[in-house]
């Protein structure tokens, strides 16, 4: 059969609104052959109608808001793929009892719905744990598809793009300026969506949500759980709410404890944001092993590191160790010790300055302490004032103090900066013995007043009593200051009544 096909209008295709009339009438005559009559020509007028444009979907952004949140079916040819199980019909019931409930909320129920719960849930609240398999080259195909003849292609491109494409946002932001005027609309309207949707407060679900995870035990739930908090937490940063739910998630796994679910987790720590790293980092070894007496595994993996910001947040955690009543496997401690001498003779002066405080205060190691003597001169007056502060931490009291510290120490007492006068003052008060006395009883007289009533206070602590009572008499005969004097008078009348 010969077909011929007239078209009479402003297009050989379906338009879009900017380009022609709201309706195209096209006449197409058809020329057939029919069996026996010869060539009979056949008019048929035919009435295509032009759907609205992305110009003209602007206009509706509300109808628009209250559909792209679900993922269209009969995704194009893209590669995208959402593991989004399917949602429990109840779940906004839930979400409002648990709001409204907080840390009396009844998880039964959800519970009950499994790993569909969870992931219904955490579609919710914590929308960025879902796992996409959308890449850079599919959000580049759908922007091209933004600008389709088809008015469906354009639609579903534009939805798609709204759920799933924020991730690659400087991508969307470049089809702005698009040669395609149907693109840049889309592309804008994609934008301003995002900017309107903003985000809802999870303050309000944040106790509930607790109590949810508090009473998990199902293993494919945990699985799920390990793998979507792993995916948002290696990627990029997040908002503090998000953190308060996250945290939860992160404490799960610290009270069970089992490696399969932190090695899903370890992940983590290859985020490139140092700041999300180390709040991670933070969150466990503040909340977690100090609430469940337990070191993380994450934080001894952290330690292992390449990473100097993630080495230098894991170390602030070591000198809880000795505090941990149940460890993993009992050569946790041991490793956690190696790793950390390692890095303390190491060549990298700052992780080695922040290995020296847990070598000092859980190890007992006598190099600690020299080394910090070393620092105590640094150009560095935060680094030189957090040196003097760990040679005068708590496990270093009534040691008797050896002649280099006497050395090192002595002079800063005499300084004008009052800052470092009164940290040296207390670094030495720590210790004890002859020299220590001697030294601190001219500070009686010091004209800030905290630094003279902490000097009285270190004295009194001396362990030595008798050779205290010794040179304070020495002081209240000989001293030359008449401040001094008088304060060694009153010490020796406290002692006297004790």
């Known amino acids: 059969m010969i077909a011929t096909s007239l078209g009479v209008g402003l297009a050989a295709r379906p338009m879009k609104a900017r380009e022609g009339l709201p309706m195209l009438l096209t006449i197409r005559l058809r020329w057939g052959e029919t069996m026996k009559a010869g060539v009979i020509p056949i008019l048929l007028c035919s009435f295509y109608f032009v759907v609205p444009s992305a110009a003209d979907e602007h206009s509706k952004a509300n109808h628009t808001n209250s559909t792209v949140s679900h993922q269209p079916k009969g995704i194009p040819t893209t590669g995208i793929k959402s593991r989004r199980g399917p949602e429990k019909p109840d779940i906004e019931s839930i979400l409002s009892d ?179 790293v180390a709040w991670v980092i933070n969150h466990l070894g503040g909340s977690c092993s100090r609430r469940y007496r337990r070191f993380p595994p994450l934080l001894i993996k952290a330690l292992a590191s390449n990473r100097e910001a993630v080495v230098a947040e894991a170390l602030s955690w070591v000198p809880d160790c000795p505090f941990m009543q149940e460890w993993r496997r009992p050569s946790d401690p041991e490793r956690i010790k190696s790793f950390v001498t390692k890095i303390f003779e190491g060549k990298n002066e700052r992780l080695k300055f922040k290995a020296c405080f847990p070598m000092m205060h859980t190890y007992r190691d006598p190099r600690a302490i020299e080394y910090l003597l070393s620092q105590v001169r640094s150009a560095d007056k935060t680094r030189a004032r957090t040196a003097i502060a760990w040679i005068g931490d708590s496990c270093n009291f009534g040691h008797r103090a050896s002649p280099r510290l006497i050395k090192t120490l002595a002079p800063l007492l005499r300084l004008k900066d009052k800052d470092l006068r009164r940290a040296a003052a207390e670094a030495l008060g720590t210790y004890s013995g002859t020299e220590v006395v001697r030294n601190l009883i001219p500070l009686l007289a010091d004209k800030e007043a905290i630094i003279a009533s902490g000097v009285a206070h270190a004295l009194l602590e001396q362990k030595d009593k008798d050779m205290l009572k010794r040179l304070l008499r020495d002081a209240q005969k000989n001293a030359t200051n008449a401040l001094v004097r008088d304060k060694s008078r009153g010490l020796l009348e406290k002692l006297g009544s004790r």
């Open 98 to 276: 648990m709001k409204r409930d907080g840390s009396s909320f009844d998880s039964g129920k959800l519970r009950e719905m499994g790993k569909e719960g969870l992931s219904a849930l955490l579609d919710h609240l914590l929308p960025r744990t879902k796992r996409l398999s959308m890449s850079r080259k599919d959000v580049l195909v759908l922007i091209r598809k933004l600008g389709d003849s088809k008015w469906k292609t354009r639609k579903l491109a534009t939805r798609q793009l709204i759920e799933y494409g924020r991730p690659f946002k400087a991508l969307i932001r470049k089809a702005t300026h698009d040669n395609d005027l149907e693109v840049r609309l889309r592309a804008e309207h994609v934008l301003s969506t995002w900017e309107k949707a903003g985000h809802k407060s999870l303050e309000p679900y944040a106790k509930a949500f607790e109590v949810y995870l508090s009473g998990m035990t199902d293993k494919e739930c945990l699985l799920e759980l390990a793998r979507r908090t792993c995916f948002v937490l290696q990627k990029g940063k997040t908002r503090e709410d998000e953190r308060k739910l996250l945290g939860h998630c992160l404490a799960v796994f610290t009270r069970l404890n089992d490696d399969t679910y932190w090695d899903i987790l370890t992940p983590i720590l290859d985020n490139e944001d140092d700041d999300s």
